[in-house]
């Protein structure tokens, strides 16, 4: 389906997703992570892509596309115009306010990639179980322990609320 290149098309590729893959007896866990990892990957291709057919940047469209094979694996898929950079997942810091989104395809996708096309465009696509959620999910999400974060003493913030109880 052709997306607006912007976040005026997320939410309604989101529903429409939604409603197809539950038409097609996909899981509920397994249509979350997809939508999900669909937003994701829209909003990459709009922060990070070109529209497609050398659009104006916001006048543009990109594709989304998903499909359920005959295994049961899930595909999702957004296409762009490309862009001056590979999609490669990050490390940001904890309070930076973008940066997961490869990261969460990672956790949720049994695996992710790029194709490119012959006029420059650029596909990332992700693959799932249409029937359940990953086994190991909430071990490929769990966040460091504040321990581990430098720079971080809640300690003497802590002490003070108890001063005041």
């Known amino acids: ?9 997320v939410g309604k590729a989101r529903r429409r997703m939604r409603e197809q893959l539950r038409m097609s007896g996909v899981s509920d866990s397994a249509i979350d992570d997809a ?5 994701e990957l829209l909003s990459n291709a ?3 892509g ?5 659009a104006p940047i916001g006048d543009g469209d990109v594709r989304a596309g998903w499909r359920v094979d005959d295994r049961g694996r899930l595909t999702v898929e957004v296409t762009d115009g490309g862009g001056p950079t590979r999609p490669v997942p990050s490390t940001p810091s904890v309070t930076a306010k973008g940066g997961r ?14 194709r490119d096309g012959a006029c420059g465009e650029l596909t ?15 071990e490929r999400i769990t966040a460091p322990p504040v321990s ?15 001063d005041l109880a």
Do not use: K, Q, Y
Not at 102 to 108: V, W
């Open 35 to 39: 939508v999900l990892i669909l937003s």
């Open 148 to 162: 581990a974060l430098a720079g971080l003493d809640f300690t003497e913030a802590l002490g003070a609320l108890d």
């Open 101 to 114: 989104g490869l990261n969460i395809i990672t956790a949720l996708a049994e695996e992710w990639g790029t």
């Open 124 to 138: 990332v696509w992700a693959l799932l179980s249409a029937g359940h959620r990953r086994e190991d999910f909430a």
């Open 46 to 48: 709009c922060r990070h």
């Open 1 to 9: 389906m052709a997306v607006p290149h912007g976040p005026a098309g």
């Open 50 to 54: 070109r529209p497609l057919d050398d």
